[in-house]
T-cell receptor, first 112, second 115 residues
Framework: DAKTTQPPSMDCAEGRAANLPCNHS???????VYWYRQIHSQGPQYIIH???NNETNEMASLIITEDRKSSTLILPHATLRDTAVYYC?????????????FGQGTTLQVKP | GAGVSQSPSNKVTEKGKDVELRCDPI?????LYWYRQRLGQGLEFLIY????????KSGLPSDRFSAERTGESVSTLTIQRTQQEDSAVYLC?????????????FGPGTRLTVL
């Protein structure tokens, strides 16, 4: 699975959009981009995933560049409860293994 | 409905003792994963079960670590002769299948402290 690079930390004002970047320059054609987040003392929570098209769900939007070498997770109206570590994961489904390889993630601090 | 549950939530043990950690996946989920998270670190994959297929044990750090799963239900992670470096939160996740489209649902974890 390709390696991802994320900034270690970011701040965001409550009510504003939070834009979390992720670089995955070695991504290959059959690899998906996944985002999970982990709120303090809880297990990770799935947010969204995509292959090459932009995706949106009730939690967030995922913007993937045309060359697929980077992506941005957008939380449109951040709340204090969105304070968490956000993990960008690039994953290929091959054979029988569906494991996730977590990096260090980005710690997002939403401030009032 | 009920999510993934893990027990115990906290476990304190002495170096050299064996421990068993339990995971109850979401009913009907065929895939089950164990991860480890050391303090301030990201998650490390340990082992993965999918139906009746041979488990993927590629993440187990040593032969002191083993895991079993009964059918498509409960799983037990066993750590023998615990060491202080085994101290971590052990997280279990399940998913409907192993396909790339399927998100993993995580339990709250078991915090293991080895004294």
């Amino acid at each position: 699975d390709a390696k991802t690079t994320q900034p270690p930390s970011m701040d965001c004002a409550e009510g504003r959009a939070a834009n979390l970047p992720c670089n995955h320059s070695t991504i290959s054609g059959n690899e998906y981009v996944y985002w999970y987040r982990q709120i303090h003392s809880q297990g990770p929570q799935y947010i969204i995933h995509g292959l090459k098209n932009n995706e949106t769900n009730e939690m967030a939007s995922l913007i993937i560049t045309e060359d697929r070498k980077s992506s941005t997770l957008i939380l449109p109206h951040a709340t204090l409860r969105d304070t968490a570590v956000y993990y960008c994961i690039v994953r290929v489904y091959s054979g029988n293994t569906g494991k996730l390889i977590f990096g260090q993630g980005t710690t997002l601090q939403v401030k009032p | 409905g009920a999510g993934v549950s893990q027990s115990p939530s906290n476990k304190v043990t002495e170096k050299g003792k064996d421990v068993e950690l339990r995971c109850d996946p979401i009913s009907g989920h065929t895939a089950l994963y164990w991860y480890r998270q050391r303090l301030g670190q990201g998650l490390e994959f340990l082992i993965y079960f999918q139906g009746n297929s041979a488990p993927d044990k590629s993440g187990l750090p040593s032969d002191r670590f083993s895991a079993e799963r009964t059918g498509e239900s409960v799983s037990t992670l066993t750590i023998q002769r615990t060491q202080q470096e085994d101290s971590a939160v052990y997280l279990c996740a399940s998913s409907p299948a192993s396909g790339v489209y399927n998100e993993q649902f995580f339990g709250p974890g078991t915090r293991l402290t080895v004294l």
